[in-house]
């Protein structure tokens, strides 16, 4: 497939003895929006991780526009740069304003002039709700306004691929739907997505593909409609049964 | 008291010599020491397997041997490994850094240690280099964390010069045992030396809470 962004092939990864990844496979367009799904301690997160190389897989490849990521002289800050990553606990800087944890990076390592990256900054804000924000420190900011800022700031380097690790999940109920407003909208956009997340019917709503991963592998996958109606693999309707 | 206005009126000028050295040798050892340590914690945290336990091994020497132990030993043994003069200031100097490098490293570790995991993974996601991780985002929070302990480190640094006293270095202890010997009003100098210790501590103390309040700003 020629607009295929990311090749996964036999991924492994151990931590010591334990092994946590077992061998997934699978490949995901450009524009598609991914989500992966499963039981805690299956292994997505750990997936998700990989991808971006906060994990090195202990086996296996991962091509990124057909270039292999997992040799030892691949340029990782290089690569990150092109990846944009949004955590469970947002970690956005608390030493510095909602701007400045946005222009940090274009401005340190794209070497963009200060005032156009506090422009495009201001303009991402604009699109999140937090424009009004710009020169507060995050303590200030709620849960779901932290989250929006750091999907923001990981959005401020242009990225091609955003990955979502379970963005929702610290999160108070009430302050899930602005995230996932969010992440929708970007959806909508054209982003390339993979997306850790319990939130089931927003997988089911936005997703091209689910994958279900449970120990270490991916157990199943396939558009949304059929992962969630009428899953085959047996761990998977286990899951969903429980779940849904 | 009479004894003492009358004692600091004829040694103002030894007391103040004495406070002049204890500045100095403070000074060369706070900077000089955090600098050392710096690059100690650096060789400590870092990729490099036998820079680590070197530093371990430092560490765990300095700060398991009593201090004037060690200042004995750099007196005596220094002069014999260097090829040039070097007074008996200088060998004390040295053996203060190096002891409080020991300490200062250990706060630094701490420090960086203490900021949270998310912010490391965070600041590598957006593809900032190894450098701008530390220099940028880890550092400026550690900051935070080590600045509190170390001045207390210093403060103890201070005091700790007293030590050099015992090999005659000019500093404030010394001129409490010069007046001492030559005029025999023990508790009287030695009060003199205490209230001046003091007032340089209590100053010291208070320009750190400054500066960790500005810190702060932030929180």
């Not at chain 2, 060369?28 to 490099?48: D, E, H, P, S, Y």
């Not at chain 2, 060998?91 to 200062?104: D, E, G, P, T």
């Amino acid at each position: 497939m020629t607009n295929e962004i990311l090749r996964v092939e036999n991924l492994k990864k151990s931590f010591g003895k334990l092994e946590v990844l077992k061998g997934a496979t699978t490949a995901i367009r450009q524009g598609e929006v991914v989500s992966v799904i499963g039981p805690s301690g299956g292994g997505k997160s750990t997936f998700l991780r990989c991808l971006n190389l906060l994990e090195q897989p202990t086996e296996g490849r991962i091509y990124f526009k057909g270039q292999d990521i997992t040799q030892k002289n691949l340029d990782i800050c290089q690569y990150r740069r092109k990846i944009g990553m949004v955590f469970q606990s947002f970690n956005v800087f608390p030493h510095m304003s909602v701007l400045e944890n946005i222009t940090l990076a274009p401005i340190l390592e794209k070497k963009i002039p200060k005032a156009q990256a506090t422009e495009e900054a201001m303009a991402l804000l604009g699109r999140v709700g937090l424009t009004d924000k710009a020169d507060e420190y995050p303590r200030k900011l709620s849960g779901g306004q932290k989250q929006r800022l750091s999907i923001v700031r990981a959005l401020a380097m242009r990225p091609e691929v955003m990955l979502f690790d379970e963005p929702t999940s610290a999160l108070d109920p009430e302050m899930v739907k602005e995230v996932l407003g969010v992440i929708g909208d970007l959806a909508k956009s054209g982003m390339t997505i993979v997306i850790v997340t319990h939130e089931m019917a927003f997988a089911r709503k936005i997703s091209d593909r689910v994958l279900f991963i449970s120990d270490g592998v991916i157990k199943e996958e396939g558009s949304p409609d059929v992962m969630f109606t009428c899953p085959r693999d047996p761990s998977t309707i286990r899951f969903l049964s429980m779940v849904l | 008291m009479d004894k003492i206005v009358k004692l600091w009126a004829k040694y103002s000028a030894v007391f103040l010599s004495g406070l002049g050295g204890t500045l100095w040798i403070s000074a060369v050892t706070v900077l000089c020491g955090t600098l050392l340590g710096m690059l100690v914690a650096l060789m400590r945290m870092g990729r490099c397997k036998a820079l680590n336990t070197l530093s371990d091994i430092y560490i765990e020497v300095l700060r398991g041997t009593p201090i004037l132990l060690q200042l004995y030993f750099f007196w005596i043994g220094l002069p014999k490994i260097v090829p040039f003069e070097l007074s008996d200031t200088a060998c004390i100097v040295v053996a203060l850094v190096i002891n409080s490098s020991a300490y200062v490293s250990e706060i630094i570790r701490a420090g960086i240690n203490a900021v949270d995991k998310g912010q490391w993974e965070a600041a590598k996601s957006i593809g900032l280099s190894n450098t701008h991780v530390m220099t940028r985002v880890i550092l400026p929070q550690a900051v935070k964390n080590i600045l509190p302990a170390l001045g207390n480190e210093f403060i103890s640094t201070v005091k700790g010069t007293s030590l050099a006293s015992v090999f005659f270095v000019g500093e404030l202890m010394t001129s409490y045992k010069s007046v001492q010997s030559a005029t025999f009003l023990a508790l009287q100098s030695l009060t003199i030396v205490g209230v001046i210790y003091f007032m340089l501590n209590f100053l010291l103390s208070k320009l750190l809470k400054l500066l960790e309040r500005r810190l702060m700003v932030s929180d």
